[in-house]
């Protein structure tokens, strides 16, 4: 038995391969590997700079304090990771630390990649999987994946480019792994993704569900699988006046769904401000 919760068509085709499998003689069952309780939303504007974009977050870690949410920031490489990262501690000052005291066991901003030393990495993995941790940031690469099971993740943020759409699915699975609603925020600077750029460049433009556009990249054309249709969703919101937190299935998809509900017609709250 072969289990994995991320195959697209190419690993799948790997998987036969390498494991010498008659196709003839082999039966897959595979399921989309949807995260019903992650909202995605996706930003696209001309122009990104973490002063601008990422302020909300900021003034959330400085008025919140340790009751702010769990969050991730994956970024593309260990630079971004540095600029996000010395943005966020320059932003908040004494703020970035719990009740002003500056030390390293009361930083409520943290970063994790592959060349941090062995000790930071001890501690960031002990300390962010407790539920009432300090740190309520973390600025991560690739490196903070797969083997990484932290239940109370409310928030993955992807800043700029993504490396593959597996990948970014498997790291919006980062969040809300205890069930409850989560969201994944992508700020979409480049559609350039390699052999997923179409499919990148669907999500980007967010013309339709962006929930649809990434379960249909792993449904498989071997097997008993089909990727759900989410346009068949029973939308239950009935709204005649402004409903800011609404959630009937449109709202709770992702950004483009979001639009279509009823209650945005009447409401004047962004999706960032909600």
């Known amino acids: 038995m072969a289990l994995s919760a991320t195959v697209t068509e190419d690993i799948y085709t790997d998987i036969v391969i390498s494991l010498h499998l008659r196709v003839d003689n082999t039966t897959v069952i595979a399921l989309p590997p949807d995260r019903p309780n992650v909202y995605l939303d996706v930003v696209s504007h001309s122009s ?3 002063e601008r974009d990422l302020e909300w977050l900021a003034k959330a870690v400085e008025t919140e304090q340790q009751t702010c949410r769990k969050t991730v920031i994956f970024c593309k490489s260990i630079n971004v990771v540095a ?10 000052g004494e703020k970035a630390f719990v009740q002003g005291a500056q030390s390293n066991d009361s930083r409520l901003v943290s970063v994790f990649h592959a ?9 960031v993995m002990t300390e962010f999987r407790k539920p009432n941790s300090v740190i309520r940031i973390l600025i991560a ?11 109370d993740i409310g928030l993955v943020i992807h800043w700029g480019k993504l490396s593959s759409v597996m990948t970014y699915w498997q790291q919006v699975g980062r969040c809300g792994r205890d069930g ?7 700020y979409a600077k480049s559609v350039t993704c390699g052999k997923d750029t179409d499919i990148v460049r669907q999500i980007k433009a967010q013309s339709v569900c962006v929930r649809q556009v990434v379960l249909d990249a792993f449904a498989l054309s071997v097997g008993p699988t089909s990727c759900v249709k989410l346009s068949d969703r029973r939308v239950t919101c009935q709204a005649t006046t402004p409903c800011s937190s609404c959630v009937c299935a449109y709202c709770t998809c992702c950004s483009h769904c979001r ?8 409401s004047n709250i962004s999706d960032a401000e909600q």
């Open 83 to 92: 600029d996000v990262y010395e943005w966020l501690m320059d932003r908040l």
């Open 48 to 50: 990104m700079t973490v």
């Open 180 to 186: 409850t609603s989560a969201r994944a925020i992508w």
């Open 141 to 151: 690469t690739v490196a903070f994946g797969l083997g990484i099971e932290i239940p």
């Open 115 to 123: 060349h941090i030393s062995d000790t930071l990495r001890q501690y």
């Open 259 to 266: 639009r279509k509900c009823r209650c945005r017609h009447f």
